[in-house]
């Protein structure tokens, strides 16, 4: 069975601090994608990354693909409250099922 | 563009009653995916659809638990009889097209209560 563990599991911090989540497995994903939930709503993607090594910028967020495509990082700098909610990652079954598994979710709180 | 439509948003329901959730996925998109998600955690694929055929269904309780997409576009989950594990968010989500790319769109969701 496929796992996707991510860390930490809840994050609270200050308004401007910089901080990093981890989404790791022993198997290798065809693409990985980060999605974002808040309360009463589904998940929005943030990105995907389909090449091992890859890493994407989306603002004050980076997030980083690992070399043998296992893991994954989401780095936020200066966090605003905004940024507020359940972090998921998820991870693309091969051989292109497009089936994806979900991370257990990195809940952050940002305070004003 | 419309999104991914689902109803009803809420349900409560006892142990042993049947309920059903509806999901109209946008337009043009060929693959529907239904998923639980237990409050704080992850969703677990339940159910993938490709048109109206059924792709990945290794994670649906078939004892309990039955899926349909008619004519490729709208999809029904149906439990029954319902237990009190099943009380969770079932989301559904739809894409347009098969690459490693592209990307699934949710709906709200239905928040099942289970008594």
Known sequence: TQLLEQSPQFLSIQEGENLTVYCNSSSVFSSLQWYRQEPGEGPVLLVTVVTGGEVKKLKRLTFQFGDARKDSSLHITAAQ????????????????TYKYIFGTGTRLKVLA | EAGVAQSPRYKIIEKRQSVAFWCNPISGH??????????????????????????????????????????????????????????????????????????????????????
């Open chain 1, 81 to 96: 409250p905004g940024d507020t909610g359940l972090y998921l990652c998820a991870g693309g079954v091969p051989p292109g």
């Open chain 2, 30 to 115: 060929a693959t529907l995916y239904w998923y639980q998600q237990i409050l704080g955690q992850g969703p677990k694929l339940l159910i993938q659809f490709q048109n109206n055929g059924v792709v990945d269904d290794s994670q649906l309780p078939k004892d309990r638990f039955s899926a349909e997409r008619l004519k490729g576009v709208d999809s029904t989950l149906k439990i029954q009889p319902a237990k009190l594990e099943d009380s969770a968010v079932y989301l559904c989500a739809s894409r347009a097209f098969a690459a490693r790319s592209s990307e699934q769109f949710f709906g709200p969701g239905t928040r099942l209560t289970v008594l």
